[in-house]
């Protein structure tokens, strides 16, 4: 687990929602400030827009790091990587089927995130 992955994860043992723990992790490479991922990631945690929120979180950052065109591809890409590690990309899935804790889920979006900055 790289350091980026390591503090998403310190993120989620505090009082962050795994939308917002990987996205403050990677706050820098998104060009913006901690608080402003804190804020721009809340919408995003416990699967309010059906996708895992720490899925969410990592295509946020991957759009605003390389931009709105090369963004589906990545989206794509980042998913499959996902669900290949985790058996799902839907949180109301992944809870169901006890596939990976919350926690789980914020280290795997997180690794695959670093492989792709």
């Known amino acids: 687990m790289g350091v980026k992955a390591e503090k998403a994860v310190e993120y989620m043992r505090g009082s962050y929602s795994c939308s917002q723990s990987v996205m403050c992790a990677f706050c820098d490479d998104a060009g913006i400030t901690h608080d402003e991922a804190k804020k721009i990631a809340a919408p995003y945690s416990g699967g309010r827009k059906i996708k895992c929120g720490a899925v969410c979180a990592a295509e946020l950052v991957l ?3 390389f931009g709105e065109e090369n963004a589906q591809k990545l989206h794509a890409e980042f998913e499959k990587k996902f669900f290949d590690k ?5 949180c109301r899935e992944i809870r169901s089927k006890n596939l ?3 926690i789980g889920c914020v280290e795997e979006s997180a690794t695959i ?5």
């Open 63 to 65: 759009t605003a790091k």
């Open 113 to 117: 995130l670093e492989s792709f900055i």
């Open 86 to 90: 985790v058996g799902a990309i839907n």
């Open 100 to 102: 990976r804790p919350c």
